[in-house]
């Protein structure tokens, strides 16, 4: 059965420093999404993208934020500068359908964790 | 705002029986419900959605839900519990416009005990 793959499953790094999380979704899906959960807390939206550009984004998603689609498997989310409260678990998640209709298929999360 | 709301943080259940998670949910338009449940250290599996039609849904491993638009709830049952059926599960929420960006809630905790 397809899956989405993320990688890595666990980043421990220095605050201020950039860390760059990787996904790879289902191949034949079209939408790409990050979500994140702080450890005890709800899953968050993050971001959704098409097309080579963000659909929508939340708040959380500030200007340390990033996401690129650099080739035609991966799907990156890049922290610029991270804070001791980026620390969470990041999910990243793919659709093949533009529509509510469709469920998300989730990866098994990165864990980041920023000192 | 959309917003949904898992009352309890655990429920516990004894194998063998009946099970309910319950989720309310508070949308502007009409609702698509949803429920994902996560093992540990596991992402997040789709178990069942409710877009239109018959209110109640059936999922994945015996799992069903049942849409109730005037309590505007959205409870996760399974009429007989297994042991491996111990999870995190989370219910959803996607208002229509909203493609992709689902609200969760807080997640309930199912224990089931042998």
């Known amino acids: 059965e397809p899956e989405v793959t993320q990688t890595p499953s666990h980043q421990v790094t220095q605050m201020g420093q950039e860390v760059i999380l990787r996904c790879v979704p289902i191949?034949?899906?079209?939408?790409f999404y990050w979500y994140r959960q702080i450890l005890g807390q709800k899953v968050e939206f993050l971001v959704s993208?098409?097309?080579?550009?963000?659909?929508?984004k939340s708040e959380i998603f500030d200007d340390q934020f990033s996401v690129e689609r650099p080739d035609g498997s991966n799907f990156t989310l890049k922290i610029r500068s991270t804070k001791l409260e980026d620390s969470a678990m990041y999910f990243c998640?793919?659709?093949?359908?533009?529509?509510?209709?469709?469920?998300?298929?989730f990866g098994e999360g990165s864990r980041l964790t920023v000192l | 705002a959309q917003s949904v709301a898992q009352p309890e943080d655990q429920v516990n259940v004894a194998e063998g029986n009946p099970l309910t998670v319950k989720c309310t949910y508070s949308?502007?338009?009409?609702?698509?419900l949803f429920w994902y449940v996560q093992y540990p250290n596991r992402g997040l599996q789709f178990l069942l959605k409710?877009?239109?039609?018959?209110?109640l849904v059936k999922g994945s491993y015996g799992f069903e839900a049942e849409f109730n638009k005037s309590q505007t709830s959205f409870h996760l049952k399974k009429p007989s519990a297994l042991v491996s059926d111990s999870a995190l599960y989370f219910c959803?929420?996607?208002?229509?416009?909203?493609?992709?960006?689902?609200?969760f809630g807080q997640g309930t905790t199912l224990q089931v005990k042998p």
């Open positions: 409710y877009i239109t039609g018959d209110n």
């Open positions: 959803a929420v996607c208002s229509s416009g909203n493609t992709g960006k689902l609200i």
């Open positions: 191949s034949n899906h079209l939408y």
């Open positions: 998640a793919s659709s093949d359908s533009w529509s509510n209709t469709g469920e998300l298929f």
């Open positions: 949308v502007s338009g009409n609702p698509y």
């Open positions: 993208f098409y097309n080579n550009e963000i659909s929508e």
